[in-house]
Structure formats: C-alpha cells, structure tokens
C-alpha cells in the first residue's frame, strides 16, 4: 500500500523559511515523478512544484521560482520542499503527491496518490 507522510509544515512570519518533507513507502520511489501541491482557503488545489523520477528535471510554477527548491533523496525515499522568502499568498495546506512511473512531475493530470497534507501559514 502506498503512503506518503508529510512533516515540516507551521507558522513563519513573512520572509521566513520552510522545509517540507514527505516521506514514501510501498513502491519503488526511485521510479516515481513526485511533486507539491497547495489549497488555499476558498480556493481550488493545484500543482506546484515537481521533480521528475530521475530528479533531472524540475517544474515550478510562476509564483514560486526562485523562492522554492524541490529535491529528492532516493536512498532516504523522500521528496522535499525547500521554501524560502515566504509570502501570505503562500499560506496553504500543502500536499505531497506521487507522480507516474517514469513521469517528468511537469502535468497535475500525473499524479495519483497525496499525503494528508502539511498546513503552512505566513504572517505578514
């Protein structure tokens, strides 16, 4: 059975950092495109950042370059969420998801299994 374990999430003021963790289990995780997805309140979940199973390739979207780092550790089976320069506009609960087999992490479509989620709040 596949999990997927999220920690790390809490309170940051504005400007702060984050790092989110998700640990796997239950399949061959070197082989799975991995990625983060966020909710906001009132507002719909969607992608936000993703690594590919061979870690080569890395998608984030606009709102999110150059502040968050995705990055994989296959020995340790766990994907990571590296979150600096934190915003209000960030605050969300965030979920771990697992990608294709093979996948690039680029598509939402890819993805089929989400941890519990991790809730990430940003004061201003």
């Known amino acids: 059975q596949v999990q997927l374990v999220e920690s790390g999430g809490g309170l940051v003021q504005a400007g702060g950092s984050l790092r989110l963790s998700c640990a796997v289990s239950g399949l061959a995780f070197n082989n799975y495109a991995m990625g983060w997805f966020r909710q906001a309140p009132g507002k719909e979940g969607d992608i936000v950042i993703g690594?590919?199973?061979?870690?080569?390739?890395?998608y984030y979207v606009e709102s999110v370059k150059g502040r968050f780092t995705i990055s994989r550790d296959n020995g340790k089976n766990t994907v990571y969420l590296q979150m600096n320069s934190l915003k209000p506009e960030d605050t969300a609960v965030y979920y771990c998801?697992?990608?294709?087999?093979?996948?690039?992490?680029?598509?939402?479509?890819?993805?089929?299994?989400w941890g519990q989620g991790t809730q990430v709040t940003v004061s201003s």
């Open positions: 690594i590919s199973w061979s870690g080569a390739s890395t």
């Open positions: 998801a697992l990608g294709r087999q093979y996948g690039s992490g680029r598509y939402a479509h890819e993805y089929n299994h």
